[in-house]
T-cell receptor, first 112, second 114 residues
Framework: QKEVEQNSGPLSVPEGAIASLNCTYS??????FFWYRQYSGKSPELIMS????GDKEDGRFTAQLNKASQYVSLLIRDSQPSDSATYLC????????????FGQGTILTVHP | GAVVSQHPSWVICKSGTSVKIECRSL??????MFWYRQFPKQSLMLMAT?????????EQGVEKDKFLINHASLTLSTLTVTSAHPEDSSFYIC??????????FGDGTRLSIL
């Protein structure tokens, strides 16, 4: 079993819809959770960080964390074509000195 | 805030040469820096973790004598690919973080060895 799992997609949604990206992780002592966006040929860009159970909203993005279910998700409201990218879920353990474990990424395509 | 600068962005060089890549945190002190490589359509692969003033910790399968990492200050880390060969061609990305903060990535360096 992979430590961090994401559906590789591609996930295709129409412009204006809600895109839902999911991630599960295996290490129960994981403390911190991140979503990065990576455009083709570019480096990852931090979108959201979440550390406690529940929802965290930032503009059109909402991160959801459920530690009991070992599940973290990212919702993108009012999706735009510019949101088309690979979304990486990353998990940091309690004693990893900041080291991240990445999922394989979900490719999102928002079509006009 | 949290800007990480990586230089150069592109390198093309002949087989057998050594290439140095710099990673700088511009507006924060990076207690830890990380070096990744990424092949097309694959996820990031962590190569090594470096803390200022100490030796880097390399991931399994990464040759420390091939990929030399120096983290001389809280704002600068360098990766030197020694005696580079075509199979070393890849996208190299650094990231940096301050204690308790997320990792922030540089723009990456695309290395092509002829």
């Amino acid at each position: 079993q992979k430590e961090v799992e994401q559906n590789s997609g591609p996930l295709s949604v129409p412009e204006g819809a809600i895109a839902s990206l999911n991630c599960t992780y295996s290490d129960r002592v994981s403390q911190s959770f991140f979503w990065y966006r990576q455009y083709s040929g570019k480096s990852p860009e931090l979108i959201m960080s979440i550390y406690s159970n529940g929802d965290k909203e930032d503009g059109r993005f909402t991160a959801q964390l459920n530690k009991a279910s070992q599940y973290v998700s990212l919702l993108i409201r009012d999706s735009q074509p510019s949101d088309s990218a690979t979304y990486l879920c990353a998990v940091m353990g309690g004693t990893s000195y900041g080291k991240l474990t990445f999922g394989q990424g979900t490719i999102l395509t928002v079509h006009p | 805030g949290a800007v990480v600068s990586q230089h150069p962005s592109w390198v093309i060089c002949k087989s057998g040469t050594s290439v140095k890549i710099e990673c700088r945190s511009l507006d924060f002190q990076a207690t830890t820096m990380f070096w990744y490589r990424q092949f097309p359509k694959q996820s990031l692969m962590l190569m090594a973790t470096s803390n200022e003033g100490s030796k880097a910790t390399y991931e399994q399968g990464v040759e420390k004598d091939k990929f030399l990492i120096n983290h001389a200050s809280l704002t600068l880390s360098t990766l030197t690919v020694t005696s580079a060969h075509p199979e070393d061609s890849s996208f190299y990305i650094c990231s940096a973080r301050d204690e308790g903060q997320p990792q922030h990535f540089g723009d990456g360096t695309r290395l092509s060895i002829l």
